[in-house]
């Protein structure tokens, strides 16, 4: 397996595909630019079979029907799905346009998702949406807008929550051993030096 980044979007997405032996790839966060996508394809030699969106905002999901309509299924919590026909994804707040679309497949925490031949588990962390969600793939933690480099979300959007963020913190801090972690935004990190840096730590 093989793991590409691109940076995508006004606002500097970070979007990850997982790529299989056979091309094949798992999205995780696809931004919205399309047309990089489709370069990262090319220029890769993969095809985007499944999106795994974290939360419903645009800057995560904006090429999300466009990849859809090219047979990608999409993923996403059962929580944030409604945002996906609504407002609620904060196009409208931006200016930005967003197409709006229903999910393949919703998700809970706990569920165990099989594409391109990966076991992917899903990880409830709401704070930065109520339906905000992490992956976590062999040695790698795909962390959205709930976890960044020595920092973490906003909680200022609807359906944000200070709390419920700080507790998922939390909730992905406890979880033994140690993980690359990819977020959606800025600079890679470790799971191990966010327990040690990470300003939530000795939050209450």
């Not at 299989?20 to 985007?48: M, P, S, T």
């Not at 992490?134 to 040695?139: A, G, P, R, S, Y």
């Amino acid at each position: 397996m093989k793991l590409y980044h691109l940076i995508t979007g006004p606002l500097r997405v970070n979007a990850y595909f997982l790529v299989n032996d056979n091309g094949e790839a798992v999205a995780i966060d696809g931004g919205e630019n399309y047309k990089k996508v489709k370069q990262a394809e090319e220029v890769y030699g993969f095809k985007v079979k499944a999106l795994l969106l974290t939360h419903a905002h645009f800057d995560h999901a904006g090429c999300a029907k466009k990849l859809q309509d090219d047979g990608a299924k999409v993923y996403i919590s059962k929580l944030d799905a409604p945002k996906l026909l609504n407002d609620g994804n904060l196009s409208g707040d931006f200016g930005r346009k967003f197409d709006y679309l229903t999910a393949d497949v919703t998700v809970s925490d706990g569920d165990v998702i099989d594409e391109c031949g990966l076991k992917i588990k899903v990880i409830a962390t709401p704070g930065h949406t109520d339906g905000s969600i992490c992956f976590l793939i062999d040695n790698m933690l795909f962390t959205g807008d709930t976890l960044f480099w020595e920092s973490v979300g906003r909680t200022d959007f609807p359906t944000g929550d200070r709390d419920a963020l700080v507790r998922s913190v939390k909730k992905l801090f406890a979880i033994p051993g140690e993980y690359s972690v990819y977020p959606g935004h800025e600079d890679f990190t470790t799971l191990s030096h966010e327990r040690q840096f990470n300003r939530f730590v000795d939050y209450d």
